[in-house]
């Protein structure tokens, strides 16, 4: 019982510092594509 408990906590853990990470990647990639669209307007 208690190593289940464990196992589904350490899961959760890892999906939670997962998710982070993923939505970190999200940010950074979305201001990335931003800047871009930015450069390319003042390259025109």
Same mark, same amino acid.
């Given at each position: ?8 906590l350490s899961?959760? %853990? +890892?999906?939670?510092?997962?998710? #982070?990470? !993923? ?5 950074? %990639? +979305?201001?990335?594509?931003?800047? #871009?669209? !930015?450069l390319q307007?003042?390259?025109?």
């Open positions: 019982m208690y190593i289940k408990h464990a196992i589904h899961k959760s %853990y +890892i999906n939670l510092k997962f998710g #982070r990470i !993923l939505f970190l990647y999200q940010q950074i %990639y +979305i201001t990335h594509s931003q800047i #871009r669209r !930015l307007s003042f390259d025109c």
